[in-house]
């Protein structure tokens, strides 16, 4: 199992960045959209992800630990090494807590956990109307959905800042940062 180096990502960390990185754009993305226009069709599908997404995370953390922090590629200023590894750990611990959040959102208001129709918590129908649920916890399913939409809008404020670093190291320092990270070995000073 290849670890990381300063020339090149292993393919463990390019899998884990892309897959969790586009998981959580495309969260992100249905969640304000569902949000935004009360339509809730896409509940289901966007819970079953969300436990994917926990999984990868859970993973790219284990793997991060076991490999390390990627060694940057050039040298910067001081303020953009902060910077970087402040969003790097806004951006892990954001992959972690937005479907932890989720989770108990979910299932303290007494709605099911599913995963691609099956169901990993079950719903709390109430027996009397059991097209209804009842929560299980309702003021901790509503702390954890002010969590989760307070996070949300981290992660995305984060994934912007990302973009434009990655951006900034391929098009103004040329330092292939952007290459390893879509599996290219780069020139190191």
């Known amino acids: 199992m290849m670890k990381d180096t300063r020339q090149q990502f292993s393919k463990i960390t390019i899998s884990l960045h892309w ?8 969260l992100l993305a249905v969640g304000i959209y569902m949000t935004e226009n009360k339509d809730y069709s896409l509940y289901g599908l966007h819970k079953s992800f969300g436990v994917i997404v926990l999984v990868l995370a859970l ?7 076991k490999n390390g922090w990627p060694l940057a590629a050039g040298n910067y200023k001081a303020w953009e090494h902060k910077l970087a590894h402040a969003v790097h750990w806004v951006l892990i611990l954001g992959t972690l807590i937005m479907p932890v959040s989720g989770v108990i ?10 995963l691609f129709g099956i169901d990993l918590i079950p719903a709390n129908h109430d027996p009397a109307n059991p097209q209804d649920v ?20 981290l992660l995305i404020a984060c994934i912007v800042l990302h973009i434009a670093g990655a ?23």
């Open 105 to 114: 959102m979910s299932s303290m208001g007494g709605h099911n956990i599913p």
């Open 134 to 153: 009842l929560p299980r916890n309702a003021e901790l399913g509503e702390m954890a959905e002010e969590v989760h939409e307070i996070v949300g809008y």
């Open 19 to 26: 897959s969790v990185a586009l998981l959580m754009i495309a």
């Open 167 to 189: 951006l900034k190291h391929h098009i103004i320092d040329k330092d292939g940062t952007l290459m390893r990270m879509k599996g290219k070995r780069i020139d190191v000073e």
């Open 59 to 65: 993973g790219r953390v284990y793997w991060r630990m």
